[in-house]
């Protein structure tokens, strides 16, 4: 008969012991993809909102510097000594602000010419008050074009949150020009009573283009402004800067009336002069408010790229360690299976030899013809003895 042989234990195959690993490493490959990209695009975004708060500060600097140069525009334009008092204090806090930040905005090119200019202003009224007016005004449009530098550089301009779009857009563009616009009008309104009847012609068409060109900017300003507390999540910008804005709003409605046409004389100097005033007064206090907010927008947006930035990673952390405990479950398995298939492979060797094949004897007959069992509880030489044939 035959005996069977011991089972073999059939090892793992190749592909069986490695699939797991490489899930796991497959795995790794788009959580790393993944977390690149994100803080990739986290990165950006924080270095643009720290980019736009330099631009703030700068925008910020710009100012008094504003403010000091229409008050002299319009010293100067009446025929009185300039105090260079203002003018300097505030010229000398921008260049502060530029020697910290202007290598990175890339403004101090341009800041030199502006501060050149400045500096190059007489103390004195000038005899020609023409000439006094254009000399000012050359200085003025090289600071609206810094401000515009400013608000490029510092990527203000492409603000990604349209509430801080419309607030940067309000406070570096329109105030300004409408600012800059508004002392030019009240100045050529005081300029027009001394100038010939041949030039009133020109002269009521320059004050209307003035007009358009202070209220213009004046009323870009508020629409951007409620367009921005309109999309606002802050609950801090609506309150802080509506009131600000509707004084500002009612000092352009004034200028608005004063500088309209009244007759052949044009509009009254004096009355649009103080007009002037309250609408700058007015914008230099909605001014400080706009910057503020604007900074605290981006130090908000800051604030959450961090705790975005620290969340992405701590999920890449523990995505991390649960596939390094899954991956060491792995091996430990593959270990086990190695060893007992090795404990498998070692115990053959040890019982010997495998066993063999048995063949059954051939039936034996006794001499009377009697069937005897297999081995018949006899030796060989018993079943073939020579004379069980006579018997």
Same mark, same amino acid.
């Given at each position: ?99 910290? *930040? ?33 000399a ?9 074009a ?95 800067v ?10 352009v409605?004034a ?8 007759g ?24 400080q ?29 523990a ?9 060491g *479950? ?62």
């Amino acid at each position: 008969m035959t005996v069977p042989a011991p089972r073999t234990r059939r090892r793992p195959s190749v592909p069986g012991r490695t699939v797991p690993l490489l899930l796991v490493l497959a795995l790794l490959a788009p959580l790393g993809l993944l977390f690149a990209q994100t803080d990739g695009h986290t990165g950006d975004d924080h270095d643009l909102a720290a980019r736009e708060r330099l631009g703030v500060r700068y925008l910020r600097a710009l100012g008094p510097v504003t403010d000091a140069l229409i008050d002299a525009q319009t010293t100067a334009v009446a025929g009185r000594p300039v105090s260079r008092a203002a003018l300097t204090a505030a010229v000398e806090q921008a260049a502060e602000v530029d020697g910290a *930040v202007g290598d990175k905005l890339r403004t101090r090119e341009r800041w030199a010419g502006v501060r050149a200019k400045l500096e190059a202003l007489p103390e004195r009224g000038l005899a020609d008050r023409e000439a006094a007016l254009q000399a000012y005004g050359e200085v003025a449009d090289l600071l609206l074009a810094l401000h515009r530098k400013v608000r490029e550089a510092s990527g203000l301009v492409r603000d990604p949150r349209s509430d801080s779009f419309f607030v940067q857009d309000a406070v570096g563009a329109d105030l300004p020009a409408a600012m800059v616009a508004a002392g030019r009008l009240a100045d050529v309104a005081t300029l027009a009573p001394d100038r010939s009847a041949a030039d009133r012609p020109k002269t009521v068409a320059e004050l209307a283009e003035l007009r358009v060109a202070a209220l213009g900017p004046a009323t870009d300003l508020v629409d951007d402004l409620r367009a921005a507390v309109g999309s606002s999540e802050s609950t801090d910008l609506g309150p802080t800067v509506l009131t600000p804005l509707d004084t500002y709003q009612r000092s352009v409605e004034a200028l608005a009336a004063f500088s309209a046409p009244a007759g052949a004389a044009g509009p009254d100097p004096v009355q649009l002069g103080a007009a002037r005033r309250g609408a700058q007064s007015a914008a230099t206090q909605l001014r400080q408010v706009i910057l503020d907010q604007l900074d605290a927008l981006l130090v908000e947006r800051l604030d959450r790229l961090d705790r975005d930035r620290w969340l992405a990673r701590g999920a890449l952390a523990a995505a991390g360690v649960l596939l390094a405990v899954l991956a060491g *479950v792995l091996l430990s398995a593959l270990r086990r299976a190695r060893r007992r298939a090795a404990e498998a492979d070692r115990e053959p060797a040890e019982a010997g030899p495998p066993p063999v094949t048995l063949h059954p004897d051939p039936p034996a007959f006794a001499g009377n013809g009697e069937l005897l069992p297999v081995g018949g509880g006899r030796g060989d030489s018993e079943r073939w003895r020579p004379f069980d044939a006579a018997r």
